[in-house]
């Protein structure tokens, strides 16, 4: 790697954050020389698909969601949202594992907040107790204490026992992997607290937002919202190729990782693991957080430690291809979760054939189960054949299936979620403050401001924007 220019921009590592963040830094200055450097053989980070015959496999991420909107005006700016497919019309709704049966979320009840009142008289997922303690959250006082808060403890708070462990704990988990008991409300469910610092209640903020209107989608839905997704036909890792393509012819050095940055005068001197260097006024981290520990160690010691200190957990998603006669279930559902007190082996799984069309013939289903996580970690030490049994075996007791799949693939992404546990928006704080301390560096990862496609894009964009 030569000397570059001085608006020229390092980016280190493809996945999704840095892509992403050079797709925003090229729109902005398409004559900016940018450089993106990947340790391994491919960009995209977990997105990851593979089609075999007519199968179309996400191993990774499947879609995104329109809120906040930053995936989706990109696909916009790099003229692609033509591209994009929307969830099925039928089969829609999320379900959850309820004393070894699947039972529909109530219609309308979104994450914490029930929008409509009748389904949550007549779910059979809460008890008459459980229902009248969640009714009686508009009598709950509002905290005082500005603290972060775990989740469960401000949904055990405001809702009870009951709905947290049946409804809004697993709901909650499936979206980070985690342990609700210490999530951090400030950095993950940051909305709900600022109804109860405003409205006093999560029952008087859903009166007001239905007066408003603002609840016109969220009273038509039930749980995931789905219509408020999107896919590509030929599955997610459509998306990273874009954005490569996106780049001018170079930009992207696979299997090229960064070994050392050093501060040189006024710029940073990037040494590559294939020898080379180069010099640049701008350096973006888009690594995980163990990775942009290392390189930050010396640049900037407090953030390098906050970002070791930061958990992640793993996770197995097992890929079966079935026969859909195999399936006793015929409910065409687009996925379920599995709260921890059904005491199963599995954390959810998701019909992805049922989501999106295209991805499979209509007489077979792709479905992806979920094991491992924060909770259950010790699975993950069984080999990829136990894994598949013990989706196989759960799956057999919950929807029926027989048979033997038409294929199945195991894919483990090993300390790929980070845990936004209690004290987070802090934390976040403390490694920015550390960074502002070298001037030229900076940090993107979905360890610190929100995961998930559209959070991850949409930091990539605030990133490009300050960066001259």
Same mark, same amino acid.
């Given at each position: ?16 954050? %840095? ?30 698909? #593979? ?17 906040? $909107? ?11 949202? =033509?591209?994009?497919?929307?969830? +099925? ?48 959250? *508009? ?6 204490? +500005?603290?972060? #808060? ?54 008087? *903020? ?8 603002? =609840? ?6 039930? %749980? ?12 997610? /890792? ?6 490569? #393509? ?31 260097? %180069? ?9 995980? $957080? ?15 430690? #906050? ?17 859909? =006669? ?6 065409? /559902? ?5 709260? $921890? ?72 992404? +090993? +300390?790929? /979620? ?33 995961? %998930? ?10 990133? *490009?924007?300050?960066?001259?």
């Amino acid at each position: 790697m030569s000397e570059e220019t001085e608006l020229a921009v390092a980016i280190v590592g493809g996945g999704l954050s %840095g892509l992403a963040t050079a797709a925003h830094l090229h729109l902005k200055n398409p004559d900016r020389k940018l450089v993106l450097l990947e340790a391994s053989n491919r960009v995209g980070g977990v997105i990851r698909t #593979e089609t075999i015959d007519d199968f179309v496999l996400d191993l990774g991420a499947d879609m995104f969601a329109l809120n906040p $909107p930053a995936a989706i005006d990109l696909c916009r700016k790099l003229g692609v949202e =033509d591209r994009l497919i929307l969830p +099925n019309k039928t089969g829609r709704g999320a379900m959850i594992v309820h004393r070894g049966k699947l039972k529909p979320l109530p219609d309308g009840f979104v994450l914490m907040r029930a929008t409509k009142m009748f389904p949550m008289l007549t779910t059979g997922l809460l008890s008459l107790r459980g229902k009248l303690r969640m009714f009686a959250e *508009a009598r709950v006082p509002k905290r005082t204490s +500005n603290e972060d #808060e775990s989740v469960a403890s401000f949904v055990r708070r405001r809702l009870g026992n009951e709905v947290l462990q049946q409804i809004v704990g697993p709901l909650v988990a499936g979206i980070y992997t985690a342990d609700v008991e210490t999530l951090s409300m400030n950095a993950t469910m940051k909305a709900f607290v600022d109804m109860e610092r405003e409205y006093g209640s999560l029952t008087r *903020a859903t009166l007001a937002r239905r007066r408003s209107g603002q =609840d016109s989608v969220e009273r038509s839905s039930a %749980g995931a919202r789905y219509e408020q997704f999107r896919a590509f036909p030929g599955g997610m /890792m459509e998306l990273p190729k874009l954005l490569c #393509e996106s780049l001018p012819v170079g930009t992207v050095r696979l299997q090229c990782g960064v070994q050392s940055i050093e501060r040189l005068d006024d710029r940073w001197l990037v040494r590559d693991t294939e020898g080379g260097s %180069g010099l640049y006024r701008n350096v973006v981290i888009a690594t995980p $957080p163990r990775v942009s520990s290392q390189l930050l160690l010396k640049i900037a010691p407090a953030a390098s430690a #906050e970002l070791s200190s930061i958990k992640s957990s793993s996770t197995a998603i097992v890929v079966m291809v079935v026969r859909r =006669d195999d399936i006793v279930e015929k409910r065409r /559902m687009f996925g379920f979760v599995v709260p $921890p007190i059904e005491q199963r082996k599995i954390l959810a799984a998701s019909f992805a054939s049922e989501k999106f069309a295209g991805r499979a013939p209509d007489d077979h289903v792709i479905i992806r189960v979920f094991i491992g996580g924060t909770l259950q970690p010790e699975l993950l030490e069984n080999d990829d054949e136990t894994l598949v049994k013990i989706a196989r075996s759960e799956l057999a007791d919950l929807i029926g299936l027989r048979g033997t799949p038409v294929l199945s693939r195991v894919v483990r992404w +090993n +300390n790929a /979620m980070p845990q936004y546990t209690l004290g987070h928006v802090e934390r976040v704080r403390r490694i920015r403050n550390s960074i502002a301390n070298a001037p030229g560096i900076h940090l993107i990862s979905n360890a610190l401001d929100g995961v %998930g496609i559209a959070p991850v894009i949409a930091a990539a964009e605030k990133l *490009a924007s300050k960066i001259s």
